[in-house]
């Protein structure tokens, strides 16, 4: 069984080939199980959490081939005072035909790549074929990847990057500008989104960032945050402005984005436009150049499986 380090999915992934990687799954016939929740008591201790996130090619058995494969991830609380990361990620690959491991990889690093593409992937259908101008709104390790795949989509040239922390915005902003990509930092958050034409969001914020009352029309949405039901990155009125995408239906009530909309009646399910099983067939894309477009991503095991299958092929 081969061990794949971070560095190495570095080196083997670009997100061209990753986006159409996960545009092919989905658009096939993998199967991807609700993810498990295991609560995990420790005295003395805050409690931990344990979750699996199996995906399988469903004609894998069938026709001799393909790929089965779960995600494992631990997410414990105390890990600050030992110095470790408090969420840790595995992804174990294996053979479709026998179930043989076939590989274990860096999950944080895999988890990174493939959840920048899939907003990519998202952008590809919903996007104005001529978004030029990004917000990227958080400064965390997703914000440069996010800031790479949209620019493999759409012909990106300018990104103005906003963080709660100004000093981490500017100093993201001055290592990813370059010739044919001029990035900077600002401070003025409305300002920020009312003049891009893609919002990319990626926070752990609890109260919404990204407003609709900020929103010229033809923009797209990207809300990457928000994976708990307590959380929230947009207001009501972005969602009830915004023509709404989902990466799964199985996920909607995963992210406040959703979750508290569809309680409180400022959208009914009916509201859901598609999801990416739509957007990789081609039956969702974006049908005017004035409407705004909004992605809610919380990670499919789908995407990780894809993921896992990209980097193999490449090795």
């Known amino acids: 069984m081969r061990v794949i380090t971070g560095n190495e999915i570095e080196r083997l992934l670009d997100y061209p080939y990753l986006i159409e990687t996960i545009r092919a799954a989905f658009a096939g016939t993998v199967v991807a199980p609700p993810r498990h929740h295991h609560r995990v008591p420790r005295p003395?201790?805050?409690?931990?959490?344990l979750i699996l996130m199996p995906a399988w090619q469903?004609?894998?058995?069938?026709t001799g081939g393909?790929?089965?494969?779960?995600?494992?991830?631990t997410v414990f609380p105390d890990n600050a005072t030992r110095r470790k990361a408090?969420?840790?990620a595995t992804y174990v690959l294996m053979a479709g035909d026998s179930g043989e491991a076939l590989a274990t990889l860096d999950g944080e690093t895999l988890t990174l790549w493939r959840t920048a593409a899939t907003s990519a992937l998202a952008a590809s259908a919903l996007a104005r074929p001529d978004a030029a101008r990004l917000?990227?709104?958080g400064a965390g390790a997703l914000a440069p990847r996010l800031i790479a795949a949209h620019a493999a989509v759409r012909p990106i040239r300018a990104v103005t990057i906003w963080n709660r922390t100004p000093e981490r915005a500017r100093a993201m902003a001055a290592a990813l500008n370059r010739p044919g990509l001029a990035v900077t930092a600002s401070e003025e958050l409305a300002r920020t989104v009312a003049d891009a034409d893609v919002v990319s969001v990626a926070t752990l914020t609890h109260a919404p960032l990204v407003r609709g009352a900020w929103l010229k029309p033809g923009t797209h949405v990207d809300l990457v945050g928000a994976f708990t039901p307590a959380m929230r990155e947009a207001d009501d009125d972005a969602i009830r402005l915004s023509r709404v995408v989902v990466d799964t239906r199985a996920g909607m009530r995963e992210s406040g984005d959703i979750a508290v909309p569809l309680t409180t009646g400022v959208i009914a399910e009916k509201d859901i436009a598609g999801d990416l099983f739509g957007i990789a067939g081609g039956s969702v894309r974006r049908e005017t150049a004035d409407e705004i477009t909004l992605f809610k991503s919380v990670g499919n095991a789908i995407e990780d499986l894809s993921a896992a299958i990209a980097v193999w092929r490449r090795l």
Request: aromatic share 4%; no cysteine.
């Open 135 to 137: 917000a990227m709104i």
């Open 86 to 88: 408090s969420v840790q």
């Open 66 to 73: 393909g790929f089965m494969g779960v995600k494992i991830v």
């Open 44 to 49: 003395g201790a805050a409690e931990a959490t």
């Open 58 to 62: 469903e004609s894998a058995a069938q």
